[in-house]
């Protein structure tokens, strides 16, 4: 019997791929999102003294990337038990939604860090989860294409986030600002009910049992509970002790390679945060506005060329392109400290020199887009060569999610470490041409 059209279109990959990336999308738009009306939030919903407004931001936003490096490898653990991501994402997708809601309300400051701190487990369990899916949908052959359509919807959602809860606040007011992370939120939850989940490894036991059809096999996921327990034909599998999953990963010298690669490209995203808006502003007197426009050079290029990067790495491997974008991003970031007062090699801080600050700093962002998603594809390699060997070496539910908590650890650590760096470079002013050269890691050679 063939699968009826209702049925067909909630197990397809379109509909996987488009719920996985929207809700990586939304994760990025509900974390950038906060920063430009913070401020009204403390001083305007609060009424907190203004002496307290820099503080309570720093606070606000730093607690996100401090709860994931705990909650990720727990969150791994927990979504690799179940053979079945619905429950798992629809429990981080709520809990999302409840965390915005305690944020948005502003009912008390303390009410608005506990909703940071359910934001930011929950959207640790999203972003791990909706990675976990389609790095499981796109097999050995479409990882990079797949990966790189993810990481433009993150752009995507970084991008966007700030400039419509700052438009929304000024033009429509609070609450209509609110409207939009919550009404994505509320897609997120649809489109996920309405997805049956059927994961690649099950499709092909079911395909050479041929026990079931699909339309059956619909019916039965949408009438098991959210959280399943393995069924009788997975009692023999479940029989056989799974591996400890870190402690088999972490014996291969790609897998630090790959963590290294995300440590460091996140040290260099949180830098330019915590340093180019201070630098603009006393080097060339740019305000607000401009200094935001800058940022989006950072990151379009990124967005634009992730799929073709996804699609060369798929061609011609990680090697060559991650080597090529380190090699070439490390004097592009020596060079932002050159246009100042001092007018070394003669651009200085006029015109020329606000002409090659922008040049280099979009130059940045088209050679870090050759980085910029390298660990997870080189851990997901990873991964994908262990199951060859023993497709349930780590269990029924296989290590994608614990693979991707790997990734969000990694990158949360180089969040915190960034702003680290620079305040110990601060110190030393005449080393700051060299600060970002020194990061060139030696993950060229995963």
Known sequence: MSASPSRSWRTSQTLLIFTSTLGLFTENFLYAFVVPILPYMIEQRLRLDPAYTQRFTAELLVILGLISIPAAPIIGHLADQTTSRKGPL????????????????????WLVYAGRILQGIAGTGAWIIAFAMLAESAGTKHTGKI???????????????????GVLLEWLGYWAAWSVPLSLLFIDLVARLAMVDVRPE?????????????????????????????????????EKPARNFYSVILRYSGAWAAMCNVVAFGVIMSAFDATLPLHLRDIF?????????????LQIPAMLTAPLIGWLRDRIGLRWPTS???????????????????????????ATGERAFVATIVGIGLTMSLMRGAGAFQLTSLLYELKAQDPYMFGPGGGSSRMFSLTEISFNVGLLVGPILLHISCRFPADRHHLFSLLLPPVTGA
Do not use: H, M, R
């Open 90 to 109: 629809l429990i981080s997708l709520l809990g999302c939604t409840i965390g915005t809601l305690l944020v948005a309300s502003t009912i008390s400051i």
């Open 147 to 165: 990966l790189g359509l993810a990481n433009s919807f993150v752009t995507g959602g970084i991008i966007t986030g700030p400039a419509v809860s």
């Open 202 to 238: 099950e499709k092909a036991k079911t395909d050479v049992s041929g026990t079931a059809t699909p339309t059956q096999e619909s019916a039965q996921c949408e009438a098991s509970p959210l959280l399943q327990t393995p069924s009788t034909a997975d009692e023999g599998i479940a």
């Open 285 to 297: 007197g740019w305000g607000p506005a401009s200094i935001g426009s800058l940022f989006l050079g």
């Open 324 to 350: 090529i974008g380190w090699v070439f991003t490390a004097p592009l970031l020596w060079f932002t400290g050159v246009p100042d007062k001092s007018n070394f090699l003669g651009v200085g801080d006029g």
